[in-house]
Nanobody
Framework: QVHLVESGGGLVQAGGSLRLSCAAS????????MRWYRQAPGKQRELVAI???????TYVDSVKGRFTISRDNAKNTGSLQMNSLLAEDTAVYYC????????????????WGQGTQVTVSS
């Protein structure tokens, strides 16, 4: 079994910064893509950023230039550095990862963390 745990959320003033972390544990052979999603009250879950296992990154337009996604493959962790935060960044942020658990079995499963609240006051 694999678990993802997010941390680092909280309350911050507009213009401030937060760094979210995602730690994967359990039976893990390889983590492929890691993603951060967010869901604001009354809205659909939105993909914020993706990082491949080679380090290629993609961002939703609204966070480009402000957020940076990164990962440490040796530690099975990922991060989302969020700068110049806006009130509209307020949401629950979720970590998602595609994980191959066993070397001999190429099957990949998608796992989710429990979410961490980010609140930006204007």
């Amino acid at each position: 079994q694999v678990h993802l745990v997010e941390s680092g959320g909280g309350l911050v003033q507009a213009g401030g910064s937060l760094r979210l972390s995602c730690a994967a544990s359990g039976r893990i052979f390889r983590i492929n893509a890691m993603r951060w999603y967010r869901q604001a009250p009354g809205k659909q879950r939105e993909l914020v950023a993706i990082i491949t296992n080679k380090g290629d990154t993609t961002y939703v337009d609204s966070v480009k230039g402000r957020f940076t996604i990164s990962r440490d493959n040796a530690k099975n962790t990922g991060s989302l550095q969020m700068n110049s935060l806006l009130a509209e960044d307020t949401a629950v942020y979720y970590c998602n990862a595609d994980i191959q658990e066993v070397r001999t079995t190429p099957m990949v499963h998608s796992y989710w963390g429990q979410g961490t609240q980010v609140t930006v006051s204007s």
